[in-house]
Structures are given as structure tokens and as C-alpha cells.
């Protein structure tokens, strides 16, 4: 699987959007790009994953270049609930039957909500 | 939708001993990977359990070992325990989907603590 590269924290007002961003420069044409988060000591929370079109749910929007090298995730109005860690991975979806389990993450994002 | 659970949430042992930490996956999953989080780093990936086999392992001695039973649910066993061990397991669960795009998602996860 690709590596990512995150910044290691980041800071955003309550009610303002959160742009996180990743670097996956060696992402190939078969993989996601999945995101997750987790609050302290708590089990990560899936948020999104795709492929190459933009993508939006209930609880962000992720933002993928054209080029695939790199992506956003967008939290569009962040709560004092959405200080966590931010994860980005890449990694193969297969074809088959089977399912690839391997999620490889990294550090991650420290996202720190202020009032 | 019953998500994934853990049982114990917390456990306490002594290095040399044996633990069993349990798993029941989300209702119409089969998939089960189980991941190592030490403290301060991202969850490392053990192995992971399809159709009650092994599936692929990460870097894990055979110190580590799981099962999956007919229902999904899983075990992961882990024997002669070190002060190392001492983490937050997690178990994610993800059904097979035709074509992938097996989203894992993870339970609350049981803290161990070996002294």
C-alpha cells in the first residue's frame, strides 16, 4: 500500500471548516484513499473513502486530485466533538472474494477544535 | 444494526500469562481483522479471519493466534505475555463485498495491561 504523509496537528475554530490534508504521491491506479478517525482511546471511526471522484456524506467531504497524489478531507463545520486523530490511508480494494484487512496507519493528524 | 463489540473492556495480567480477548463483528459482516495500538502510535495490523481461516498477518510473532467461529465472531489469543503487549487491541469487522470496497469498522477495543 501507498504511503501518506499528514501534518501532525492542526488547529480550527468552532463552526469554521476543517481542511485536512494528505500526500499519497505513490498512490496506484487500485487504490482508496480511506480516512478514519479516533477519539481518545476510543475504537477509529470510519468517514470516508474513494477512489478518484470527489466524495460526500453525512460527515465530510473528501477531495481528491486529479492527478491522485494527494487529497482533503473537509469537515464543513467542526464541533468541539470532532477534536480527534485523523487518519489517511491508502490501500488496495480487491477483486475478489477475499478482502485485503490490512489498513496501514500512520500518525496521523491531531485535530484540536477550539471554542 | 448491533455494531462491533469487544469483551473485556479493560484486563490486567502478569507477563509469562495467557489472555483471550473476544470479539462478535457487525451484524452481516465475516470478516475480522484485529490490530495493536500501542500507546501514542496508529493501530498495527495482526491478522485478520475469512470463512473462519487466516487471511493475511502482519509482523506478529505465533505467540499470536486467533480463531473465527461459524458465527464471525472472533478470539484473539495471545501466549507467554510481555511487558510489550501492554496496548489497546482493536477488532474491525467488514463484509465481502463483489468487486472489495470492504470498509472495516472497528469496535471500542480492549486495554491490556501486562505488569
Known amino acids: 500500500d501507498a504511503k501518506t504523509t499528514q501534518p501532525p496537528s492542526m488547529d480550527c475554530a468552532e463552526g469554521r471548516a476543517a481542511n485536512l490534508p494528505c500526500n499519497h504521491s505513490t498512490i496506484s491506479g487500485n487504490e482508496y484513499v480511506y480516512w478514519y478517525r479516533q477519539i481518545h482511546s476510543q475504537g477509529p471511526q470510519y468517514i470516508i473513502h474513494?477512489?478518484?471522484n470527489n466524495e460526500t456524506n453525512e460527515m465530510a467531504s473528501l477531495i481528491i486530485t486529479e492527478d491522485r497524489k494527494s487529497s482533503t478531507l473537509i469537515l464543513p463545520h467542526a464541533t468541539l466533538r470532532d477534536t480527534a486523530v485523523y487518519y489517511c490511508i491508502v490501500r488496495v480494494a480487491n477483486a475478489g472474494g477475499t478482502s485485503y484487512g490490512k489498513l496501514t496507519f500512520g500518525q496521523g493528524t491531531i485535530l484540536t477544535v477550539h471554542p | 444494526e448491533t455494531g462491533v463489540t469487544q469483551s473485556p473492556t479493560h484486563l490486567i495480567k502478569t507477563r509469562g500469562q495467557q489472555v483471550t480477548l473476544r470479539c462478535s463483528s457487525q451484524?452481516?459482516?465475516?470478516?475480522v481483522s484485529w490490530y495493536q495500538q500501542a500507546l501514542g502510535q496508529g493501530p498495527q495490523f495482526i491478522f485478520q479471519y475469512y470463512r473462519e481461516e487466516e487471511n493475511g498477518r502482519g509482523n506478529f510473532p505465533p505467540r499470536f493466534s486467533g480463531l473465527q467461529f461459524p458465527n464471525y465472531s472472533s478470539e484473539l489469543n495471545v501466549n507467554a505475555l510481555e511487558l510489550d503487549d501492554s496496548a489497546l487491541y482493536l477488532c474491525a469487522s467488514s463484509p465481502v463485498r463483489r468487486g472489495g470496497r470492504d470498509t472495516q469498522y472497528f469496535g471500542p477495543g480492549t486495554r491490556l495491561t501486562v505488569l
Open positions: 474513494g477512489l478518484k
Open positions: 451484524s452481516g459482516h465475516n470478516t
